[in-house]
């Protein structure tokens, strides 16, 4: 953030009278700017025993496999934009049936909430976003191939879940570790 | 938003190709702002019988009361700003048991993250945006001067689900209804 959205001037990163993180602060009209992490909704949704996966047609990670998910807008409920995400980027009509996963991504400042849903008819499509949209059973996930370590994380406790009879509602952190390798720790607040 | 955050110039608002919502473009360098919810983390803070809460030193409701919550902030976990909020609002800490409930507040663009904890002592004290910090048994909740509806439900659901022994994961939605009168529906996902 370089300008100030109520005034087009320049902004300051400095720490306001009474707080004590550093924000943008407008050099001009003194508007303070708060940045705040982003959510993210989706579904596990299902056809009878197999989740609809979607390989991505855009960056980053295009062409691996992901659950339909994306930026909470305003104006709309989690499971309203949770809809919206599975019928844009898989065509496909669901029911939501409960929260699921709520998980954190502080390194990228995200908040993932996804949530469990039945299609309402086995019709499904790539949309603009996805290369292809598939319905998966647990032997054809493509685990070396997921977009993200939280889609991956959100399978795993969904097959675990399945075998044992019974969904909860998950929720932890996906901490990205330091050093230049591309790898992430998962840590899960309660099961 | 009136001006570009990044060069400064007037946006307009408009519908971006391949889009289909009206949003916020820089006339000039054409970068798209999107705006998205924020969203709001706290705790049902408990020390024995009794629930901490506290009466706002600020607008809006002012003078009533409140769970201590907060807007996240980039880079921390919604466990840590519920954690940082209970502090700051309270003076209090505590440790996080569970995540408890997850309500969408469309109306105002918020989605609310509460979590179960326990108070690690009990010490407590108002923060700069407090009038008093007191800890509440049932009979005590002031019903009639609580600050906000999702905070009014979020208690109900505690007390519900401590006199039946289980604490669930519960999630819903605060819709506010039309009309010139303050009022709002409560539609909960599942219980």
Not at 12 to 17: A, K, N, S, V, Y
Not at 63 to 81: H, K, Q, R, S, V
Not at 169 to 177: A, F, K, P, T
């Amino acid at each position: 953030m370089k300008f100030c959205t109520q005034c087009g001037s320049a902004v300051d990163l400095r720490i306001p009278e009474g707080d004590n993180v550093p924000r943008h602060v407008c050099a001009r009209c003194g508007e303070i700017h708060y940045l705040n992490p982003k959510v993210v909704v989706g579904t596990v949704a299902r056809w009878e025993d197999r989740v609809l996966m979607c390989r991505r047609a855009i960056e980053p990670r295009y062409g691996l496999w992901t659950l339909p998910a994306g930026f909470l807008e305003n104006d709309e409920t989690t499971i309203e934009g949770a809809m919206r995400e599975t019928l844009e980027e898989a065509a496909a009509r669901v029911k939501i049936k409960q929260l699921y996963t709520l998980f954190n991504l502080p390194h990228i400042n995200q908040v993932y909430v996804m949530f469990l849903a039945d299609l309402t008819a086995p019709e499904f499509g790539p949309g603009p976003e996805s290369l292809e949209v598939t319905l998966c059973d647990e032997r054809d996930i493509p685990w070396d191939d997921i977009a993200f370590p939280v889609i991956e994380q959100t399978l795993k406790l969904y097959f675990e879940d399945r075998r044992r009879g019974r969904f909860g509602v998950h929720s932890g952190d996906i901490v990205r570790l330091p050093g230049p390798r591309r790898a992430f720790e998962v840590r899960m607040l309660r099961d």
